[in-house]
């Protein structure tokens, strides 16, 4: 079977639970990344309100809590200590460090989600991305959000007031770097206007569902039909 984990479910709706050729589709990994600032948490938020057949991953972290923020939803919050141990015991898929703290992806939720057929969305750095296409390339979407401007990049950052003075200086510093990394991702967006951005994305989930090696049971479907089913 195609793909890393081999995910199935999620019948099509218009098919009866009877149907012995209804077509199953295999879950996907929507991955987002960008500079911090350029965007994606907002896009991936917006993504995420509308679109019942994704989920986000929600990321374990080293870093404190900022303000509005809520454990278990934005991040499940753990000491450092916690942290190794999961690495140690391969139960993550990903992790990296970012600006002194670290950050990774729990397995077991997103294996879960994938052998329902469902959607898994990340808002996850370069270095993530590439641990987890090495184990699950034909299972991973790979989005670079990049900012319209340096200028824009800097204000947005300004504007969230999340950082000190210092800590933007040193995103704006990293920055380069991360963008650097876009010819690695499938795809990338511009995000100079907010909504056709999030417009951009829900394209391209569409399109990747619709990949014929998501296709659980094709073979047999076709086959259904010329025999007039």
Not at 124 to 139: H, L, M, V
Request: net charge negative.
């Amino acid at each position: 079977m195609d793909g890393a984990f081999g995910a199935q479910g999620a019948m099509m709706a218009d098919q009866g639970a009877d149907d012995p050729f209804r077509l199953r589709r295999r879950g996907l990994m929507l991955v987002l990344s960008s500079p911090s600032g350029a965007g994606k948490s907002s896009i991936a938020r917006a993504i995420l309100e509308t679109d019942r057949e994704i989920e986000m991953s929600v990321s374990v972290t080293t870093r404190p809590m900022r303000p509005g923020e809520e454990d278990g939803h934005d991040y499940h919050f753990i000491d450092k200590t916690s942290f190794d141990l999961m690495v140690n015991r391969g139960d993550l898929l990903e992790w990296a460090k970012v600006f002194d703290h670290y950050y990774g992806t729990p397995k077991a939720p997103v294996l879960s989600v994938l052998e329902q057929g469902r959607d898994v969305m990340f808002d996850i750095d370069w270095q993530g991305t590439q641990q987890i296409a090495e184990s699950a390339k034909d299972d991973v979407v790979r989005v670079f959000i990049l900012p319209p401007s340096t200028q824009e990049l800097e204000r947005r950052l300004m504007e969230r007031a999340q950082d000190s003075a210092e800590v933007v200086a040193r995103r704006m510093a990293k920055a380069s770097d991360e963008m650097s990394h876009y010819p690695e991702y499938d795809w990338v967006i511009v995000n100079r206007d907010f909504q056709e951005s999030v417009e951009s994305v829900r394209a391209i989930l569409a399109s990747e569902r619709l990949r014929r090696r998501r296709q659980v049971g094709v073979g047999e479907f076709v086959k259904g039909l010329r025999d007039g089913y």
